[in-house]
């Protein structure tokens, strides 16, 4: 069968855009800062939260800037999520767990592997074990925090993406933000705003994941990785529900192929309010493969189907996970004024589903390699340090080779799961390397694709917010060109309907006002880039 390697038709890092000596023409207004933050996600709050706590105890005060590209605080968060509760007892000490933005502890769960009709259950890994860890929505997390970050006197600017790193030689010096109320032609409109400039001493890149100025800095500096960053993409949907849930689920196989690697959960948010999700490495080879159709597929199955029976669907999302773990982190993740956290660092760990206190335990350790910075010139690379020392590495380290096991299929990565989880990492001694998920070649199938069931990509981002301008320039660059068997594959990899292959010659049309911000293409295809603020999506309970 034919086929095809999506890194062929990718267009480059466009750098040249990205790095902008400060002080260059064409911004707005001017703010300086003791310490700007990219993205209000558990990262960057947490790090906001400690340095204001540390400036606080020492006696002054900093001035603090969260920057956030969503309209209000949370609206661009999405996760599982079930989560350790740990950091957040680091970050609040005088605080129970009641108080902290969580929904309920989990009590019982269940691991199963699926067929199309069956299921067996499976004993729960190690690593999957949730006892003590809380079921919550990144959401309520991310308001929750935001609040607390301005209580302490942090200034959170939402509605505002940063689309340049401003630099000064090699030293970062802030970032420049998107304009807004550009035509599609990218023509300022009456309403337009130019975008602005805000400089600090440090600037913290915690943009989640994927993220661009992050790529950038780590591409200027040439800054690498053992193994380059890998990603999978989720899909996921809030039930109102007839039936109650009173377990945590979580399942493999079906209705992934054998050569993907991915997985289910369906989690209780309230005795009739369930979230359920498919989460499918990006690696796959299938051209046609469809995350979302998937899911909907995956609903059909009666393990699901029972628990859905009458109810409604009631908020959908998407999202990219970095799933690279040890081998991807960059080489370091500070450099001169600037420090990387949370998924844009790519601190996730695959084999325990766990990415955010992962993500609020880096903002605590980068508050406090700032504030030392700032106080007594103790040079950034205190962050690595900290984050080195910490469990943080250590539980990467651990899973090291885990997920890359699966670069062989299903069957044979689990057994070397297994066997690594036996050995506490130690097997099998050595690294596995990955390609770039760009890089591996697609098998492109005859005849027509999968057709429709359940949600329909359109409903879904309708479930989703979005109420992007219809007259938004497009913020996604896709290469001239493409063959319509390439736009085919676009429209699988979208889980919003972004992209559609136009046949007879006609290539891609992209519809970019759909975009919510996933960045799955941004791995696989098209360059995603940011756009005028409070675009995308506005989760609520995500």
């Not at 038709?9 to 023409?25: E, F, R, S, T």
């Amino acid at each position: 069968m034919h086929k095809i390697v999506p890194a062929q038709y990718q267009l480059p890092l466009p750098l040249d855009k990205l790095i902008l000596q400060d002080g260059a023409a064409g911004a707005g207004d001017r703010m300086a800062l003791d310490v700007l933050i990219v993205g209000a996600g558990p990262a960057g709050l947490a790090c906001a939260i400690e340095l204001a706590k540390l400036a606080k105890a020492g006696g002054g005060e900093l001035n603090i800037g969260v920057l956030e590209k969503a309209e209000a605080l949370g609206e661009h968060s999405l996760s599982g999520a079930v989560v350790n509760p740990s950091v957040f007892r680091e970050l609040f000490p005088n605080l129970k767990d009641a108080d902290f933005p969580f929904r309920a502890p989990v009590s019982k769960e269940a691991v199963y592997l699926l067929t199309a009709e069956r299921r067996w259950r499976l004993p729960t890994p190690p690593s999957m074990r949730n006892h003590g860890n809380y079921i919550a929505s990144l959401c309520e997390i991310v308001r929750w925090l935001g609040a607390k970050a301005e209580e302490l006197g942090v200034n959170v600017f939402t509605g505002f993406p940063a689309a340049q790193l401003l630099v000064q030689g090699s030293a970062v010096a802030g970032v420049r933000t998107a304009p807004a109320g550009l035509d599609r032609d990218g023509s300022p409109t009456p309403g337009g705003q130019a975008p602005n400039d805000l400089v600090a001493k440090v600037t913290a890149l915690a943009e989640g994941t994927r993220g661009l100025l992050a790529q950038a800095w780590c591409q200027w500096q040439g800054v690498a990785s053992e193994n380059p960053q890998v990603f999978a993409l989720g899909v996921k949907e809030l039930w109102e529900t007839k039936q109650p849930l009173n377990r945590v689920i979580h399942t493999l196989g079906w209705p992934l192929p054998s050569d993907a690697f991915g997985g289910s959960f369906v989690y209780p948010l309230e005795p009739q309010l369930v979230a359920l999700g498919l989460v499918v490495g990006l690696d796959y080879h299938d051209a046609a493969l469809d995350v979302h159709l998937l899911l909907q597929r995956f609903k059909q199955h009666p393990l699901v189907r029972s628990l859905l029976a009458g109810g409604e669907m009631v908020e959908w999302g998407a999202k990219t996970i970095p799933e690279g773990g040890f081998y991807s982190l960059p080489a370091r993740r500070a450099g001169e004024r600037v420090v990387l956290l949370g998924d844009a660092a790519g601190f996730v760990d695959v084999p325990s589903l766990k990415g955010i206190h992962y993500a609020i335990q880096s903002g605590i350790y980068a508050a406090r390699a700032i504030f030392q910075n700032l106080k007594t010139g103790t040079a950034l690379t205190e962050y690595d340090r900290l984050v080195n020392a910490s469990f943080i590495a250590a539980d990467l380290y651990r899973t090291r080779n885990m997920r890359l096991a699966f670069r062989d299929g299903f069957y044979l990565g689990g057994l070397q799961a297994g066997l690594m989880t036996l050995t506490g990492g130690r097997f099998p001694g050595g690294k596995y390397g990955m390609h770039a998920d760009a890089d591996v070649p697609r098998t492109v199938s005859p005849g027509p694709g999968e057709s429709p069931i359940g949600v329909s990509k359109v409903d879904g981002v309708f479930k989703s917010g979005n109420a992007t301008r219809d007259t938004i320039p497009s913020h996604l660059i896709a290469a001239p060109d493409v063959p319509v068997e390439v736009a085919r594959f676009y429209s699988h990899v979208c889980p919003a309907g972004v992209y559609e292959a136009i046949g007879g010659g006609g290539g891609l049309r992209i519809n970019a006002p759909n975009c919510v911000d996933c960045k799955a293409t941004d791995v696989l295809g098209p360059r995603w880039t940011p756009r005028e603020g409070g675009s995308g999506p506005k989760y609520k309970r995500m």
